[in-house]
């Protein structure tokens, strides 16, 4: 089984400043036959489901905020925003699709 | 717009069994599955499995067979997940999310039930 392993578990950064998440899986899960890594991201406010932010490694979800980005390939992935704002304090999970949907254990982001 | 409204939170004894619902709206019930999905307190969404809404045939993900059970009212567009046998670990919030395009790209979520298990 692919597993999904994010880090760091938590960040503080401060207003304005960037924040970085990285999310590795255990296999490549970028398929060759289309060159396509399945990968999304998620944001998730207490007490709310998560939210889509990022699929196929780096397309932005319709209606996200520009700030938010997504690189990587095959095995190393990250997720930055470029200038925090208070409205992105939550958590961030990182998932694959390459195979049975797994999630990575997240990674909680607050303000400095 | 697309909605999915699940049933409100649930408090029951080990051993009884819960029906949590999900309800869509705003798309062709048909034209997605949808999936289900565990959140234990302070941990990552887990992958339960998928209910074919064309065909009603579910799939479970590995630790979520026998005592799961997907199933649907396609007349009201409607899922449901039903766990029998309840257990202290089965609590959680769980939901129901709609993937996008044929991939397990989650774009749509229910806001989640809450299943108590304590006695």
């Known amino acids: 089984d692919i597993v999904m392993t994010q880090s760091p578990d938590s960040l503080a950064v401060s207003l304005g400043e960037r924040a970085t998440i990285n999310c590795k899986s255990s296999?490549?899960?970028?398929?060759?036959?289309?060159?396509?890594?399945?990968l999304a991201w998620y944001q998730q406010k207490p007490g709310q489901p998560p939210r889509l932010l990022i699929y196929w490694a780096s397309t932005r979800e319709s209606g996200v905020p520009d700030r938010f980005s997504g690189s990587g390939s095959g095995t190393d992935f990250t997720l930055t925003i470029s200038s925090l704002q208070p409205e992105d304090v939550a958590v961030y999970y990182c998932q694959q699709y390459y195979d049975s949907p797994l999630f990575g254990g997240g990674t909680k982001v607050e303000i400095k | 717009q697309v909605q999915l409204v699940q049933s409100g939170s649930e408090l029951k004894k080990p051993g009884a069994s819960v029906k949590v619902s999900c309800k869509a709206s705003?798309?062709?019930?048909?034209?997605?599955?949808l999936n289900w999905m565990r959140q234990a307190p302070g941990q990552g969404p887990e992958w339960m499995g998928w209910i074919n809404t064309s065909t009603g045939k579910p799939t479970y993900a590995r630790g979520f067979r026998g005592r799961f059970v997907f199933s649907l009212d396609a007349s009201l567009n409607t899922a449901y997940l039903q766990i029998s046998n309840l257990k202290a670990e089965d609590t959680a919030v769980y939901y129901c999310?709609?993937?996008?395009?044929?991939?397990?790209?989650?774009?749509?979520w229910g806001q989640g039930t809450l299943v108590t298990v304590s006695s």
């Open positions: 296999q490549s899960i970028l398929y060759t036959s289309n060159n396509k890594n399945y």
């Open positions: 705003g798309y062709t019930f048909n034209n997605y599955d």
């Open positions: 999310a709609r993937p996008s395009g044929g991939w397990s790209i989650f774009d749509s």
